[in-house]
């Protein structure tokens, strides 16, 4: 079934651990998004990209970094994290020319 | 000012009510508006989509945008508690911009048996 995947759907960490946040989509769309939510507040674009190797950082500032090196996997990375990281982090993917956009369930981080 | 207001509810209606929920928008350039629904601990799943002003219709779901007021509704007739959900409107400049949305900060709704 064509889908979209978040993993974990949880991570609790420390102060300073490297953690990488996983995304893969088998419906075969070129875009994909990574946006971050709080409770209450809107869903702000972190970083997308349009197709392997092309990576762009969007309108919300964030320390993540993020790769694509094949179209169905788009991992979010934070080298060093910090209580202010804690959000919901959603991953989503959208066909070349349309807006629709596709969530998966996302995951909650919490550093303590 | 944020570029889009939505009303935060929380929301708490009986079921059967007609639900009416609103955005506000600044950007008179908007022209592609959608309402996403979002379960708890689940992402959002887009409802509806419409260009440009005017009414659309899927079910019990109504879209209506008025540009000239820079106002977007969505209307749920014959509310079921499977609607409890949280509805975020979206909107984005161009066809193209793929997910580079600007997103209202969503309102909760509760439908009561």
């Known amino acids: 079934e064509a889908d979209i995947y978040q993993t974990p759907r949880y991570l609790v960490i420390g102060t300073g651990k490297k953690i990488t946040l996983e995304c893969s989509q088998t419906m075969g769309h070129d875009k994909m998004y990574w946006y971050q939510q709080d409770p209450g507040m809107e869903l702000h674009l972190i970083h997308y990209?349009?197709?392997?190797?092309?990576?762009e950082k969007g309108d919300l500032s964030s320390e993540s970094t993020v790769s694509r090196i094949r179209t169905e996997h788009f991992p979010l990375t934070l080298e060093s994290a910090r209580p202010s990281h804690t959000s919901q982090y959603l991953c989503?993917?959208?066909?070349?020319?349309?807006?629709?956009?596709?969530f998966g369930s996302g995951t909650q981080l919490s550093v303590l | 000012q944020k570029e889009v207001e939505q009303d935060p509810g929380p929301l708490s209606v009986p079921e059967g009510a007609i639900v009416s929920l609103n955005c506000t928008y600044s950007n008179s350039a908007f022209q592609y508006f959608m309402w996403y629904r979002q379960y708890s601990r689940k992402g959002p799943e887009l409802l509806m989509y419409t260009y440009s002003s005017g009414n659309k219709e899927d079910g019990r779901f109504t879209a209506q945008v008025d540009k000239s007021s820079k106002y977007i509704s969505l209307f749920i007739r014959d509310s079921q508690p499977s609607d409890s959900a949280t509805y975020l409107c979206a909107m984005s400049l161009t066809y193209n911009q793929g997910g580079k949305l600007i997103f209202g900060q969503g309102t909760e709704l509760s439908v009561k048996p």
């Open positions: 990209s349009y197709g392997v190797n092309s990576t």
């Open positions: 989503a993917s959208s066909e070349r020319g349309l807006e629709k956009l596709f």
